[in-house]
C-alpha cells in the first residue's frame, strides 16, 4: 500500500507527536483525515488538498460520523494522552472499542497505537528499571499507563483479527530530530516527538510490525 496514496485516519493529530505524523504523511504525498476536538491547532499546517480535518472528540463518538471518518482509510494511528481525563477514566479504551468495530465493517485492517515506555505489555513485565521509574518520578502518569495496558489486553484478547501495532514510546520535547529510531524489543531510547512520529509512520506500514508491542531505540 505504501507504493500508491494511501489515506492515513490520525486521532491526537493536534498532538506533539500527532503534528509531526500528520506533516510526513502529507509530504510523502498521502492523504490524511485527522479527527480533531480544535481544528485551530493545526493552523500552522500548511494548507493542503490532501488534509481532511473532522472535528469530534473520542470521548464523544455523538460529535461525529465513525463510519464516514473511517470510510476509504488505509491505515489509522493513534497518538493520544491526556493526563488528567485518563488519571480517573480508561477513556482510550473505551474509544477504542468503539473504533475497531467500525474498522471491521469497513474493511480497515491496520492500527497503530501509541503507548508508552512504562506500560507493561499484556502478559508480560517490566524490567526492574522500569519498574522502579513508573512507580517513583513517573507515578503521576500511573493513569495513562493503565489505560495503555486496557488497550493492550483488549487486542490481544478481542481484536486479534486486526493488524494491530503498538508502539512503547519514550517521548520528550519538540526538539530536532536526534536521529532514526528503530524497532526494539528490549530497549527504548527517550526520543522527541519527530522522531516519534516519523517511527510510527514507517512502522504503521510495516507488515513485519504486526502484532508486535515494542520500543523504539536510535539506530546505532
Known amino acids: 500500500m505504501s507504493a500508491k496514496q494511501s489515506t492515513f485516519l490520525v486521532f491526537g493529530a493536534s498532538g506533539g507527536t500527532g503534528k509531526h505524523f500528520l506533516t510526513q504523511a502529507l509530504s510523502s504525498g498521502h492523504k490524511v483525515r485527522a479527527l480533531v476536538r480544535t481544528p485551530s491547532k493545526l493552523a500552522e499546517v500548511q494548507p493542503n488538498g490532501n488534509l481532511e480535518i473532522v472535528e469530534g472528540s473520542i470521548t464523544d463518538p455523538s460529535s461525529f460520523d465513525m463510519d464516514a471518518l473511517i470510510s ?4 489509522v494511528a493513534l497518538m493520544l494522552g491526556d493526563k488528567q481525563a485518563q488519571a480517573t477514566s480508561k477513556i482510550n479504551t473505551t474509544f477504542v472499542k468503539v473504533l475497531v468495530p467500525s474498522m471491521r465493517k469497513h474493511g480497515v485492517k491496520r492500527i497503530l497505537y501509541q503507548s508508552g515506555g512504562l506500560t507493561r505489555p499484556h502478559g508480560g513485565s517490566l524490567s526492574v528499571i522500569l519498574w522502579l521509574l513508573r512507580y517513583t ?3 503521576g502518569f ?3 499507563h493503565q489505560d495503555n495496558e486496557s488497550v493492550h489486553e483488549y487486542f490481544v484478547t478481542e481484536a486479534n ?5 503498538i508502539h512503547r ?7 530536532a530530530s536526534k536521529g532514526t529510531l528503530e524497532r526494539s524489543p528490549t530497549t527504548f531510547s527517550i526520543a522527541n516527538h519527530v522522531d516519534c512520529a516519523r517511527y510510527n509512520y514507517r512502522t504503521v506500514m510495516d507488515d513485519q510490525a504486526v502484532r508486535t508491542c515494542e520500543f ?5
Open 72 to 75: 476509504d482509510v488505509d491505515y
Open 137 to 139: 518520578i513517573a507515578s
Open 142 to 144: 500511573e493513569g495513562q
Open 161 to 165: 483479527d486486526m493488524e494491530w501495532i
Open 169 to 175: 514510546a519514550g517521548i520528550s520535547g519538540d526538539t
Open 216 to 220: 523504539s531505540k536510535y539506530a546505532k
